[in-house]
């Protein structure tokens, strides 16, 4: 690839070259951690960095001289790299061969990696530069620290834009939003309001609603110890086993929720938490599935559920990329591609400041999935500029009114509440529309609106066109304003009466 150029895997002998290179004070000045590097900590680090199968560490070498290293530590098939060129290689575009020649390594050998990440801070853009020149991307992400540039090693993913839920509902590009009432607790124990709730919920305009197929003893264990007892949030001072008490869904009800669903023509689905429920629901041949952010990381759940070949679609609250990533790895290699994700903050009910609708679009590049939003804060504002976002599912707590006591009535919506959101969010996926500059027909009308040339005096056959005769006003029937300067100075070729549009007919 480069003549006399070639990475060479490090060894124990390259401890103190690396040493040396990583107290630079250039280095270090870029460095996340700017403290200088004690020797005996960095052997103890790069010892076990060389043992560790997840790292790769490797020296570049020009003419048989040492002029850099790289380092990637791998998490999740994805490499995140650390780099740096001896002080007097710099400026001599080795950063750039480091990557080029990281990456030919990497598509030439068994490594297990589909991606390699590198933070790079703001101000060093000698590394932004780098990155970019080997064909690296900029993830669009605000961080007011750094910036991320990635590089796809090979297609993690393949893209799957659209899923099919039922035999006759698909979501997804060029979908509208998919609008899911969430049920959750605000049926209050009353078996007759969880019935209103579906007809409730269809009559807003809900596609569908859900439910949660749980018991408190699936969930947990009654305990009074510490660990047991909620100290913060919505739910403080409540015991967890008496919480999940008050808001399960009893499973002898669901069959005929189901049923009523059907019955009035809107969707109906379920979040179960674990391998009982699944089959329960599987029983009751539910289409597709939840899965609630707190059950991301349950892999062993998320094999099992993936395994019953039906559309799933996870909220991501509380995790990190890597975390969804393992999810996402999980359910692709049990051998299912029918996937959704939502972006979610797991907080009851959720501030602005935590709702980061950027991961929106983030998340649909990166896994290549269609991607909604779980909406738990107050009001419909962060549901529609979801949608202007790209959101194709929407979830929301519903519930008949919050007068009527339960845990989720604080974060929910009213029938009259949801009503007016997706209202919304239809007229926000008009006006969103398509890429297109033609001129509609009202725009035509209002054109005639704008600015053209006129003579605003009596003007003789012969006279000069001047800036008192003439000027460039509405409406828009005269000349263009972009021809004041050709018409400026020219010679009347017929009496012009004051109020009248110039056209080329009326001037020599």
């Not at 290293?69 to 994805?78: A, G, L, P």
């Not at 800036?467 to 009347?492: C, M, T």
Request: charged share 30%; with cysteine; proline share 3%.
């Amino acid at each position: 690839m480069y003549n006399n150029i070639f990475l060479r895997k490090a060894t124990y002998e390259d401890m103190d070259l690396i040493f040396k290179w990583a107290n630079d004070s250039a280095v270090r000045n870029n460095a996340f951690n700017q403290e200088k590097i004690e020797y005996q900590e960095h052997k103890k680090w790069f010892k076990s960095r060389l043992e560790d199968k997840n790292t790769l560490i490797y020296i570049l070498t020009k003419n048989n001289k040492d002029v850099g290293q790289i380092r990637v530590d791998i998490d999740n098939k994805v490499g995140e790299i650390d780099f740096s060129i001896a002080k007097s290689e710099r400026g001599n575009g080795f950063g750039t061969v480091l990557l080029e020649l990281l990456i030919d390594k990497i598509n030439n050998n068994s490594f297990d990696i589909y991606k390699l990440i590198g933070k790079v801070k703001k101000k060093n853009m000698a590394s932004k530069k780098v990155f970019i020149k080997a064909d690296f991307n900029k993830i669009k992400k605000e961080n007011k620290n750094y910036d991320i540039f990635y590089y796809k090693i090979k297609e993690g993913y393949n893209m799957n834009e659209q899923i099919k839920l039922t035999s006759d509902r698909t979501i997804g590009k060029n979908k509208p939003a998919y609008i899911i009432a969430e049920m959750s607790a605000n049926h209050a124990g009353s078996k007759d309001r969880a019935l209103e709730i579906i007809h409730a919920a269809k009559k807003a305009g809900a596609d569908c609603v859900k439910v949660q197929t749980y018991t408190p003893d699936t969930m947990t264990i009654y305990s009074e110890k510490k660990w047991f007892q909620i100290d913060k949030g919505t739910w403080k001072g409540e015991n967890l086993h008496n919480l999940y008490q008050k808001a399960y869904t009893p499973w002898e009800w669901q069959e005929d929720l189901k049923k009523e669903a059907e019955k009035i023509g809107i969707d109906f689905f379920s979040t179960p938490y674990e391998n009982t429920a699944v089959d329960f629901l599987e029983d009751l041949g539910v289409e597709f599935y939840k899965v609630a952010s707190f059950s991301i990381t349950n892999l062993p759940f998320l094999k099992y559920l993936a395994q019953k070949a039906k559309p799933i679609i996870m909220s991501t609250g509380m995790a990190t990329l890597a975390e969804i990533d393992e999810a996402v790895r999980t359910i692709r290699e049990a051998g299912n591609d029918q996937l959704a994700l939502l972006n979610c903050s797991s907080a009851y009910p959720s501030i602005a400041d935590d709702m980061n609708l950027k991961n929106i679009k983030n998340l649909e590049e990166t896994f290549g999935v269609p991607v909604g939003l779980s909406d738990h804060s107050l009001g419909s504002v962060a549901a529609v500029t979801s949608v202007a976002m790209g959101a194709k599912i929407i979830e929301k707590h519903f519930c008949m009114s919050r007068e009527i006591e339960n845990p989720d009535a604080s974060f929910s919506m009213e029938p009259d509440e949801f009503k007016k959101m997706v209202d919304d969010i239809r007229a926000a996926e008009k006006a969103i529309g398509k890429i297109d500059y033609s001129i509609s027909e009202k725009e035509k009308n209002s054109r005639l609106f704008r600015r053209s040339i006129f003579a605003v005096e009596d003007i003789k056959a012969g006279e000069e066109l001047t800036e008192e005769n003439i000027r460039v006003i509405r409406p828009g029937y005269g000349l263009k304003p972009k021809n004041w300067e050709k018409v400026l100075h020219k010679k009347a070729l017929k009496d012009i009466e004051e109020g009248t549009p110039l056209n080329w007919d009326l001037i020599k």
